[in-house]
């Protein structure tokens, strides 16, 4: 059983034999996940920010990981990456414009994670609301750090930093929506 696993909300990661050290290693596995997604981008023509890999890759590992290690592994990608680890977008640091929706990772990590524990992502459509769910909040952080970045009014920050995004992140939680319960079944099935 894990360190930090409560009693009977189980994710995959509790799956993992293991405690205090299996722990941080999925925490920094997590981050390195993150960054490594990060790195598959594709420019949004006219917004400061790019569609990434970066935001599927931190609702799985909320998912996977739990509230807490996911929590915890996306508090070091965001710690690492402004204090000058090469793992955001484009092998960046230090603080783009991009960097609240980085800091959504970090509480959409942690619901995500929460929820997951609950059964949020053992069905496709529970699935489907867990991380539509996760992406409401890393815009509920983005957008305003958006604003306040580029100089920009609300409707000009949702036309750069969410519209472009939207058939892209339904394409990630569909992605979502197939591998967490598949994850699980094939888990029953040993």
Not at 93 to 114: K, R, T
């Amino acid at each position: 059983m894990s360190v930090i696993a409560v009693p009977g909300r189980r994710v995959l990661a509790d799956l993992v034999p293991g405690s205090l050290a299996r722990d941080i290693a999925l925490v920094v596995a997590g981050a390195g996940l993150t960054g490594l997604a990060a790195q598959v981008a594709l420019p949004v023509p006219g917004s400061p920010v790019p569609i990434t890999g970066q935001t599927f890759a931190a609702l799985l590992v909320g998912a996977a990981l739990g509230w807490q290690r996911g929590g915890a592994s996306m508090v070091l990608y965001l710690i690492a990456g402004v204090a000058g680890v090469p793992w955001f977008q484009g092998a960046s640091s230090g603080m783009p414009a991009s960097l609240g929706y980085i800091v959504g990772f970090v509480f959409a990590g942690v619901l995500v994670g929460w929820l997951a524990a609950r059964g949020g992502d053992r069905t496709p459509l529970r699935t489907v609301g867990t991380m539509a769910l996760g992406n409401l909040v890393i815009y509920a952080f983005g957008v305003p750090w958006l604003m306040a970045a580029a100089h920009i009014g609300f409707g000009k920050a949702l036309a750069l930093g969410v519209t472009p995004f939207l058939i892209g992140d339904a394409i990630k939680i569909a992605l979502a929506a197939g591998l967490l319960p598949a994850a699980w079944a094939l888990v029953k099935r040993k």
